[in-house]
């Protein structure tokens, strides 16, 4: 009933940025909350942002003031900028949605999104 859609991944050289997008559709009556996780080869998916309907944002240590989350409540997506990138963020990005799809409040997470720091 409702699918999220991540953009934007890509290769990017050490200092460089991108903005990946995560756009929901389908039976949405409200997003309550949205974050990004990411997972490199032989890791945990982390936590990396996430925001709340709000506009209340948290960040993990590892990407304070480098990344900066945000959302168009009006269009259901969501948004990361990712600046100063290093090979550390190598990994795939996943978005993640607790939504009121109508039946209840439920968790949903996007297909990912590969973004590969490198020179």
């Known amino acids: 009933q409702v699918q999220l859609v991540e953009s934007g991944g890509g290769l990017v050289q050490p200092g460089g940025s991108l903005r990946l997008s995560c756009a929901a559709s389908?039976?949405?009556?409200?997003?309550?909350?949205m974050g990004w996780y990411r997972q490199a080869p032989g890791k945990q998916r982390e936590l990396v942002a996430k925001?709340?309907?709000?506009?209340?944002?948290n960040y993990a240590d590892s990407v304070k003031g480098r990344f900066t989350i945000s959302r168009d409540n009006a269009k259901n997506t969501m948004y990361l900028q990712m600046n100063s990138l290093n090979s550390e963020d190598t990994a795939v990005y996943y978005c993640n949605a607790d939504i009121h799809d109508g039946a209840g409040r439920d968790d949903y997470w996007g297909q990912g999104t590969q973004v590969t720091v490198s020179s």
């Open positions: 389908g039976r949405i009556f409200a997003i309550l909350a």
């Open positions: 925001i709340t309907s709000g506009t209340k944002t």
